[in-house]
């Protein structure tokens, strides 16, 4: 295992990185919160100019062919940023679905619009389902030559700017993957009252007749894409989460440095430093965990399910911790509106029960314990 990114990697953070300093200033997620979609269309043309709505797709679908030790770096930036929008639904959950999931000739036509930015894809599941058995929450009734999908999901991410919806529901062969046009007829897509309005969530309504040509895929063969996506989406939810805490830690600092009492720096007092220390103890702590699961994912190690699951809690816990912690570091102004301390716990909270609250991860981990230690015993228990 190599423990450092390489060179052209650094280079990709650092683009996202100048790319967001520029474009995705603070100002943008807090105008973001009142907006009608919170999607900015000219974010978008930066991010999809820059190549990044193509990260994870094939270069011969006019994507950069990249893994997901890729994508976190950006990532990452994307957490410091508070990006607001459906990067994270698209490029992650639905291009992926449609990457690993899809026919050579469904992906030949529906990628390279994704990878380019012109089309957005939202995968139409419940984000507070579990990294390793996605839940299947629809069903699907086969009629000759079309399908009649019927069922409601809630917490879906960013459907209502999507152009493709890629809706997993069980038929009688099994889970099958739907691509359908935003405006089918039965389709009903509601947007919800969430604590991070900066990154909408969902509630899909269907009950709509399909043609069989809308199925993705094979019919039944479903859960290896779902499995796939799911897991690479969790892992970057860690990272984001990790990014996230990471700013909030910065402000924290740099606020501290500035603000005085009795004459001096409150960073100078014994209190705010030992905070401040643990707030970096517990970021690095959960950026070695998330950087190891995008390796043992993108390597498809044995430990790559209970990797996923461990830095995906403990990034989650890290996250609402600091960013609460900021909050107390701020003071009084801290707990005000206008200040944008209170964006970042906000996303944290959100991101810490998407596809798993830690509670749940780590009753992923510990129904994986047994065979972990037989595995560290040399298959012995």
Not at 130 to 149: F, I, M
Not at 199 to 209: G, K, Y
Not at 288 to 313: G, H, I
Not at 339 to 367: K, N
């Amino acid at each position: 295992m190599d423990f450092g990114f390489s060179l052209e990697q650094e280079m990709l953070r650092a683009s996202a990185r100048k790319l967001l300093d520029a474009h995705c200033p603070p100002e943008l997620p807090r105008a973001m919160l009142a907006d009608a979609t919170a999607h900015d269309a000219a974010l978008w043309r930066r991010l999809s100019g820059l190549g990044l709505t193509g990260v994870l797709l094939p270069a011969e679908h006019g994507g950069q062919g990249g893994t997901l030790l890729d994508l976190v770096l950006v990532l990452e930036e994307m957490g410091k940023a508070l990006v607001p929008g459906p990067y994270f639904a698209s490029t992650v959950l639905g291009g992926l679905t449609v990457a690993r999931g899809g026919s050579p000739e469904q992906r030949a036509a529906m990628l390279p619009a994704l990878a380019n930015g012109e089309r957005r894809a939202a995968l139409v599941l419940a984000v507070a389902h579990g990294p390793e058995r996605p839940s299947v929450q629809l069903r699907a009734e086969s009629a000759g030559d079309t399908y009649r999908l019927r069922g409601n999901v809630p917490f879906v991410m960013d459907a209502h700017v999507a152009d493709t919806l890629i809706v997993p529901a069980a038929t009688g062969d099994g889970p099958t993957l739907f691509a359908l046009t935003a405006d089918t007829a039965g389709v009903a897509v509601t947007q919800l009252r969430t604590v991070d309005m900066t990154r909408r969530l969902c509630a899909v309504a269907l009950d709509a007749t399909v043609p069989a040509t809308a199925v993705l895929g094979r019919p039944g063969e479903a859960a290896p894409a779902l499995e796939h996506a799911v897991r690479h989406a969790t892992v970057g939810l860690a990272v984001e989460a990790l990014g996230v805490a990471q700013r909030a830690l910065d402000l924290s600092v740099a606020y501290a440095k500035e603000r005085t009492q009795f004459g001096r720096p409150i960073g100078s007092f014994q209190a705010v430093k030992h905070k401040c220390v643990d707030m970096m103890v517990g970021i690095e702590t959960a950026r070695s965990l998330a950087y190891y699961a995008a390796w043992a994912v993108t390597e498809d190690a044995a430990d790559a399910a209970s990797s996923v699951a461990m830095a995906k809690a403990y990034a989650s816990d890290v996250a609402v911790t600091v960013t609460s912690e900021a909050i107390q570091v701020h003071g009084g102004i801290g707990f005000t509106w206008e200040h944008d301390i209170h964006l970042y716990h906000r996303r944290a909270l959100a991101t810490s029960a998407a596809f798993g609250s830690p509670v749940a991860q780590r009753e992923t981990v510990a129904t994986m314990l047994p065979i972990l230690q037989a595995t560290s015993a040399g298959g012995t228990t």
